[in-house]
């Protein structure tokens, strides 16, 4: 009798083991289904935020188009409605948001734009200079030194970008004509470095983690960060003065650069203070300036040898950000539009952050 009731606790024992082995299994496989579940769900929010995601460039390239059209307006200028801030829309009944900007991509320096050839000067009926758009060029003197008076490179990019990063960086164990040089170096396609300051292949194949120079244009400003002497605090500097176009046009327009950016219309002049440039874009006419009306503004100071064929009065990139959230799902797309006429056409698309 009393083995008997030892092998029923054997037996009981074992029922409630397997019944606890049991229990865990179906609460695993619920919360697998569970999680299988949330994860189709968000696949599939996600899917939907792409699409309204695309369906903003269509939407920003239409009204960009009507807008040109209707207004008929000569220049792209930031009085106008493109350049008024975000703008969000409720989707799915409410679940869901789309919000999207526009930023004027001649409002920025164009790193890869450091390639940029010296425009091709002329001569007018009157014997003036031309600069490379037929207009009058500002530089009167034909001088040939650099806008802060230093001795140049001779290349106009690396010399802008130089003075770019000198009103940004204060304190730094690298110089901005080194920094410019590095990666004036990064894109171009020879091995041969620069000067004292230049880096090619040999000076990356030896870190730690060693990598080779682009040798072509940069894809996204944050490829700085690669470069030598570059570091996160230099980056931060500049990073809200600089961008990245798929091509060396270096142009700057005179129309959209903010007041607080006013180093990057600066840069391209001499003979004139920074508070004067600045001054003139915070009192932007509605219409935007031309040649004659922004050098009147400015009372005083011309056109750089570097600045000879970049500083421009109109634009032809526009950067459409947008951002879809449908439920758990979302979707960030960056898409550079390029205008011709008044038609905007999608060239190149970032997508995520």
Not at 21 to 31: G, M, T
Not at 237 to 256: M, Q, S
Not at 303 to 321: A, H, I, P
């Amino acid at each position: 009798m009393m083995g008997y009731n030892k092998s029923r606790g054997v037996a009981l024992i074992t029922i409630l083991i397997i019944f606890s082995v049991l229990s865990i299994l179906a609460v695993q496989i619920i919360n697998s289904q569970q999680m299988h579940v949330q994860r189709t769900a968000n696949i599939i929010n996600s899917s939907r935020a792409y699409q309204y995601m695309y369906g903003a460039e269509v939407f920003a390239a239409e009204q960009l188009k009507a807008y040109f059209k209707n207004s008929k307006a000569d220049r792209v200028h930031r009085n106008q409605p493109w350049s008024q801030g975000a703008i969000s829309f409720e989707i799915e009944q409410g679940l869901g948001q789309l919000e999207g900007s526009l930023r004027d991509m001649h409002s920025c320096f164009n790193i890869n734009s450091i390639l940029m050839e010296p425009a091709a000067i002329g001569t007018g009926e009157d014997g003036e200079q031309l600069g490379s758009g037929g207009n009058l060029n500002q530089d009167r003197g034909g001088s040939k030194e650099p806008n802060d008076g230093s001795e140049g490179t001779g290349m106009p990019g690396v010399d802008l970008f130089a003075k770019l990063l000198e009103t940004k960086i204060e304190e730094s164990e690298v110089s901005p004509q080194a920094l410019a040089v590095a990666t004036k170096d990064f894109i171009d396609e020879d091995q041969e470095p620069t000067g004292i300051d230049g880096a090619e292949d040999y000076n990356y194949t030896g870190l730690q983690v060693p990598y080779r120079t682009a040798d072509t244009l940069l894809a996204h400003s944050s490829e700085l960060m690669v470069i030598k002497g570059f570091d996160a605090e230099i980056y931060d500097a500049v990073k809200e003065y600089v961008c990245v176009l798929p091509t060396t046009d270096g142009t700057i327009n005179v129309n959209t650069v903010k007041p607080e950016h006013a180093e990057l219309v600066w840069m391209m002049l001499e003979d004139v203070d920074l508070s004067q440039v600045r001054q003139a874009l915070q009192e932007l006419p509605e219409d935007g300036y031309d040649e004659a009306g922004f050098f009147e503004a400015l009372g005083s100071g011309k056109v750089s040898e570097q600045g000879k064929g970049r500083l421009v009065y109109d634009s032809k990139y526009m950067l459409l950000t947008a951002r879809a959230r449908v439920n758990t799902g979302s979707a960030t797309v960056h898409s550079l539009m390029l205008k011709n006429d008044n038609e905007f056409h999608v060239v190149a698309r970032h997508i995520g952050e």
